[in-house]
DNA sequence: TGGCCTTTGAAGCTT
DNA sequence: AAGCTTCAAAGGCCA
């Protein structure tokens, strides 16, 4: 079986997706300007250029490796500045940008990175901390511009845009090192306190937040953790919890010996789910929805003597089924993760438009950083199947009985 | 209020 | 096997 690095790559094809892109990624990390908000965008200012100019620039294996371009290209960047003029209905100047696409490019404020009193600017900052997501890997640092700040020396100051996660989001996952995705873990007589790649003590860590993005309590939680619920980070769980607690986080929950050692080899024994079922942190698993949350109406409201007996057994079955959602694929993982900081860096909050600076900056992303996703995204998988063995994709197929495209016979094929 | 938009990837189904 | 479809997340927008 395929590993990416031998360290458990997506067998799936993620590789096949990490060659693809592996030459776009690599270019667009040398782009002009790394290590400052303009250099960033502008790497999406590039490609966007070299999408449209590149077929004959590019190498001719990348041409070949790439996907055919999608036929909708140009109206996702027209949508995307139309998001932006919506939200900037005097931007005038905008207007006329040969990458109208991008708007964001040409914020002005990205080109001051400092504040009067001396603080990065928070489109600075929250560039800068973008740039070093996955800081805390001891050799992460070694792949970027050594010149250039680490968020490290941003902690002095309040961000704008807090880290997500006071632990990476891989960290229980994959190793971090320049074989981080070997699959060797860290040795177990290892104390957490001893980092495993240097050997030395860490300095004691509250709560083990980040040493490099400090977060303020009242941040903590705010923005989810792609694995949350698999990171209770010691008592600040990402994911809230409500006022009247939680139904039981795993109702199809069993865990197996293969399961119980998949989780134990790879997740610290406070992330170990106990075998009775409960998360430690009582955090349900964010692939279960309430089905009574987004379907029909609870049938609570309707006299059961109004229901004969075969319907109202029938809805209860289907309230008593959880939504079990799909796992998130490696592109969803990192949208996730990143959706925040570019939020906050172009000031978009539409979703779509958002999706298409991150579905950019996924492609520009190194060869190793997609990899890290692709790797989480499998653990996810394997772990979701572990968790609900008997969950397919299809039971969420059209459960909410609309039918896309229906008119035009599109599912009318479909029979389940 | 519910569906659309927009992205990539996984999975299921059809041909 | 190839191609198509659906669904994952997210939040503003629109009918």
Same mark, same amino acid.
């Given at each position: ?141 070694? /792949?970027?511009?050594?010149? #250039?700040? $680490?968020?490290?020396?941003? @902690?002095?100051?309040? %961000?704008?845009?807090?880290? +997500? !996660? &006071? ?85 199809? /929950?069993?865990?197996?010996? #293969?399961? $119980?050692?998949?989780?134990? @080899?790879?997740?610290? %024994?406070?992330?170990?789910? +106990? !075998? &009775? ?140």
């Amino acid at each position: 079986m395929p590993q990416l690095n031998s360290g458990g790559g997506d067998e799936l094809g993620a590789n096949d997706e990490l060659i693809r892109f592996k030459d776009e990624g690599e270019q667009e990390e040398k782009s002009p300007g790394e290590g400052s908000a303009e250099g960033d965008l502008a790497d999406v200012k590039s490609s966007l250029v070299n999408e449209s100019e590149n077929h004959s620039s590019d190498s001719d294996s990348e041409v070949e490796r790439r996907p055919p371009p999608r036929e909708s290209f140009e109206k996702p960047r027209d949508y995307l500045s139309e998001a932006f003029r919506r939200q900037h209905p005097d931007a005038a100047f905008f207007k006329g940008s040969p990458y109208a696409g991008y708007p964001f490019l040409m914020i002005p404020d990205l080109g001051g990175h400092y504040l009067p009193n001396g603080a990065l600017s928070p489109s600075a900052r929250t560039y800068l901390q973008m740039k070093w997501p996955l800081l805390d890997a001891p050799s992460t640092a070694g /792949l970027k511009d050594a010149r #250039s700040p $680490s968020p490290a020396h941003l @902690s002095n100051k309040v %961000p704008v845009v807090q880290h +997500p !996660h &006071h632990m990476h989001p891989l960290t229980p996952l994959i190793t971090y090192s320049n074989d981080r995705f070997s699959p060797v873990t860290p040795p177990g007589h290892l104390s957490p306190e001893i980092d495993p790649k240097t050997g030395i003590p860490r300095p004691p860590h509250p709560s083990e937040l980040s040493p490099y993005y400090p977060l303020s309590p009242g941040a903590v939680g705010q923005i989810p953790h792609p694995l949350g619920w698999l990171v209770p980070q010691q008592g600040q769980p990402m994911y809230s919890i409500p006022p009247g607690g939680f139904r039981h986080p795993y109702p199809a /929950l069993a865990m197996n010996a #293969s399961m $119980s050692s998949l989780v134990s @080899s790879r997740f610290s %024994p406070h992330m170990v789910p +106990p !075998h &009775h079922g409960l998360h430690t942190s009582g955090i349900p698993h964010p692939a279960i929805v309430s089905p009574v949350v987004k379907q029909e109406p609870s049938s609570g409201n309707l006299s059961p003597n109004l229901n004969s007996k075969s319907s109202m057994s029938v809805k209860k079955e289907e309230e008593k089924k959880p939504h079990i959602k799909k796992p998130l694929n490696a592109f969803m993982l990192y949208m996730k993760e990143m959706r925040a900081k570019v939020v906050a860096e172009c000031t978009l909050k539409e979703s779509a438009a958002i999706n298409q600076i991150l579905g950019r900056r996924w492609h520009s992303l190194s060869r190793e950083e997609q990899a890290k996703y692709y790797e989480l995204a499998r653990k996810e998988r394997q772990l979701h199947s572990q968790l609900y063995p008997t969950w397919s994709a299809r039971d969420n197929y059209d459960r909410s009985g609309r039918n896309k495209g229906s008119c035009t016979g599109q599912k009318d094929h479909v029979k389940w």
